[in-house]
């Protein structure tokens, strides 16, 4: 028999109603015939209110404690969702993570799952059991404490089973009905895709589109799990939402397939530092000790053995960076004139699995923003995505002119 993955994201299982009609939706894939493995968030704000408790609590909490705390969420709506499945006459029982279990490597507040052994579940199909509820963002480390997998961790569970049971799909309910080529917020014309390639996903879900977390969309590609991103407020046929996928199974798409952005980002440069092997390290060495998330890096060429050093780091890590810095230049690590900071900038990403093929697409990427008078701070490119840093006041304006000047309004 074939199973079925279906995760029902916090507002999926924000009230007892919302469950109800959650577990409508997988009592409709039974009738079908599929074996179901539902995962299920916490409710709603359930999970940003216990991390409150936590602080609140001890503010340099133990992180074990955090995990058995936070992962208490999703315990209920696991439970509440195998007794309404029970009430519509669908055998189904709810698992926690270190009942499956979902073995985890020890790094709490941000585990990852190494095994999911299928056995126990599988026995319970094999005697009748129609559905299985897991409670996702959760597992068990290897010294038998519970652990959760980092912020909207449960996308990362769902994956997770779909690739151990061999799942035909996994399903992702949420209350977006799917990936769109950008923010619908920012610009109207933003266009759900039907389908989406696993590495464009993993690009915009790491450039900042918050539908999938990123984690789950590598976990994807790396085992081919078809997911399907749809919304639970929705009537759904099985064309709903969007299809994350190989790109093998994507007949013709755009050059770019989405423009993504991140708003809060600075960019800092180190004024004249000396040009010789080891700088560089010594600099992003101090950063990253200090655990800035540096984004892009930029080395100009260098003049007399002095060159500038450019970074971007998100906004609220400026202050840890100049400080980073600051130590490394007393310690004698390294030596610059000035640091200048620029916390007033966002990034714009354009993301295509089609660039490989086709060339240009930077140089109407710049076409595009210059017609609208936008300068660029910064430039980075990879095999699939070019991403410019401009001033945050323009940032709306970039992504809808970069949407209307690769033609994204409209499908391939
Ligand atoms: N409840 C967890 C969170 O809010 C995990 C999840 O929903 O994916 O981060
Ligand atoms: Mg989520």
């Known amino acids: 028999m074939s199973v079925l993955v279906m995760k029902f994201g916090g507002t999926s299982v924000a009230t007892l109603d919302r469950i109800h009609r959650a577990a409508k939706r997988v009592a409709v894939e039974v009738a079908k015939g599929h074996e179901v493995i539902v995962i299920v968030s916490a409710m709603a704000g359930k999970t940003n209110e216990l991390v409150g408790w936590v602080g609140e609590t001890s503010p340099m909490y133990d992180a074990r404690e955090y995990d058995a705390v936070t992962s208490s969420g999703e315990n209920v709506t696991a439970g509440l969702m195998a007794l309404r ?40 199909f094999a005697e009748g059991m129609k559905v299985a509820v897991i409670a996702g963002f959760q597992g068990v480390s290897p010294e038998g404490r519970i652990t959760t ?14 690739a151990a049971f061999e799942a035909e799909r996994c399903d992702i309910y949420t209350d977006v009905d799917g990936i769109y080529t950008t923010d619908p917020r920012i610009c109207e014309k933003a266009r759900k895709l039907d389908r989406i390639a696993f590495e464009e996903m993993l690009e915009l879900a790491s450039l900042g589109a918050k539908v999938l977390q990123t984690r789950s969309v590598e976990l994807a590609m790396r085992y081919k799990v078809k997911l399907r991103v749809l919304s639970s407020f929705e009537e759904q046929s099985d064309e709903a939402g969007t299809l994350v996928c190989d790109e093998e199974e994507i ?16 960019k800092m440069t180190l004024i004249s530092v000396a040009d010789r092997p080891g700088i560089a390290s010594a600099i992003f060495g101090a950063l990253a000790d200090a655990g800035v998330n540096v984004d892009m890096i930029v080395q100009n060429i260098s003049e007399e053995g002095r060159t500038d050093m450019t970074f971007s780091c998100p906004n609220d890590q400026v202050m840890r960076a100049e400080k980073a810095v600051e130590a490394a230049r007393e310690r004698g690590d390294i030596r610059f004139n000035d640091l200048v900071t620029d916390t007033g900038v966002a990034k714009v990403s354009v993301v295509g699995i089609g660039m490989r093929s086709h060339t240009g697409v930077a140089a ?45 309004d409209k499908a391939a």
Do not use: C
């Open 85 to 124: 499945l029970q009430e519509m006459d669908v055998p189904a029982r709810s698992w926690q993570g270190w009942q499956v279990p979902v073995q985890t490597t020890s790094a709490h507040g941000a585990a990852r799952i190494l095994d999911i052994p299928p056995e126990n579940i599988r026995a319970k």
């Open 149 to 162: 997998l980092g912020r909207g961790g449960s996308d990362t569970t769902a994956v997770a089973f779909a």
């Open 251 to 266: 007949m013709e798409s755009n050059v770019v397939a989405g423009v993504a952005y991140s708003r809060d980002e600075a």
């Open 364 to 408: 109407d990427m710049f076409k595009a923003l210059s017609a609208e008078g936008i300068n660029i701070k910064v430039i980075t490119t990879s095999e699939i995505k070019i991403s410019v840093l401009i001033d945050r006041k323009y940032m709306e304006l970039a992504v809808q002119a970069l949407h209307d000047a690769f033609g994204l």
